[in-house]
């Protein structure tokens, strides 16, 4: 099957520092890939629609100089968690969606993101 | 959003199925129904999905009803290892959002 990973899986910051999470598919190409974040004993929720070679799509609410997001190849996308503060701790997924249909979307381990 | 509804909890004994309900009743004709689930601490797992016939794969079955506006994925034999989160999506536009989903408990 399709496989995701990210990079770091486990992160510990100090505030006001930058994060980059790394989101690769290993045996296919994604036209799309899609970041998530999810606190403790919530659901996920969608932050932004990362599509290679043009600008990224946010969802609302989520701040786009904060989390600067970098769909560069059809194998990587990249999260940068900005200046991070305490309450941008959180459990980063992202997922990739195949060539043009992505009607299925395959899930990264997630990255945790401790800001101290 | 198409939106679904589930039973946030439930229970199911270790060799029993599990019978895991959802609500999508605005569903639309040409809009699939997923299933993913997502053990502590991990990233989401596909399961299965489906559009308007029943799926069978190696681990569940999806039956979705007539009318599209609910569905039940069938875990056969639950083990321990079944115990999780899942999430039952309607993929609106190439666009999956995730519910509260159901948390599966299997108990020995």
Known sequence: GAVVSQHPSRVICKSGTSVKIECRSLD??????????????????????????????YEQGVEKDKFLINHASL??????????????????????????????????PGTRLTVL | DAKTTQPPSMDCAEGRAANLPCNHST????EYVYWYRQIHS?????????????????????????DRKSSTLILPHATLRDTAVYYCIVNRNNDMRFGAGTRLTVKP
């Not at chain 1, 996920?44 to 043009?54: H, I, K, Q, R």
């Not at chain 2, 569903?27 to 040409?30: D, E, F, R, V």
């Open chain 1, 28 to 57: 296919f190409q994604a036209t799309t890939m899609f970041w998530y974040r999810q606190f403790p004993k919530q659901s996920l929720m969608l932050m932004a629609t990362s599509n290679e070679g043009s600008k990224a799509t």
């Open chain 1, 75 to 108: 194998t990587l996308s990249t999260l940068t968690v900005t200046s991070a503060h305490p309450e941008d701790s959180s459990f980063y997924i992202c997922s990739a969606a195949p060539g043009q249909s992505f009607n299925e979307q395959f899930f990264g």
């Open chain 2, 27 to 30: 569903i639309s004709g040409n």
């Open chain 2, 42 to 66: 991990q990233g989401p797992q596909y399961i299965i999905h489906g559009l308007k016939n029943n799926e069978t794969n190696e681990m569940a079955s999806l039956i979705i009803t007539e």
